[in-house]
């Protein structure tokens, strides 16, 4: 994608499972961008859709 001015896109993740947000902080000029905690991840088991081998 080569648009000038764009801010952002989502799209599917590879794996299948959620989407992906890629933001372009330097088309961001009049924004801020404030970052949250939404989950945190011990093992990959806490992935949503990934399961432990076994």
Known sequence: MNRPGVQALI???ATGVGDVLALFP??????TIEPRL?????AIGDVPGMHQPG
């Not at 330097?26 to 924004?31: D, I, T």
């Open 11 to 13: 799209a599917p993740s």
């Open 38 to 42: 939404s989950a945190t991840w011990e």
């Open 26 to 31: 330097e088309n961001l000029s009049a924004g």
